[in-house]
């Protein structure tokens, strides 16, 4: 997903929204990769969960 041009940030955004925790975390490392400032606050929505606080974390660091 992270190959994937912007028109498809819906997508990740559902993703992000997921109740599986594998998927959110794979959602959180390619929205930190991705850059876009839409998903900030959907990442930090995820660091209420244990299981997903570190890719949360990692993928908010890389905004700066």
């Given at each position: ?26 959602a ?35 905004y700066?």
């Amino acid at each position: 997903i992270r190959l994937l041009p912007d028109r498809f940030a819906v997508y990740l955004c559902q993703l992000l929204e997921d109740e599986d925790s594998g998927v959110l975390r794979e959602a959180a490392r390619t929205a930190g990769a991705c850059h876009n400032r839409q998903y900030v606050s959907l990442l930090i929505g995820l660091l209420g969960n244990p299981e997903v606080r570190p890719a949360a974390v990692e993928a908010l660091l890389q905004y700066g």
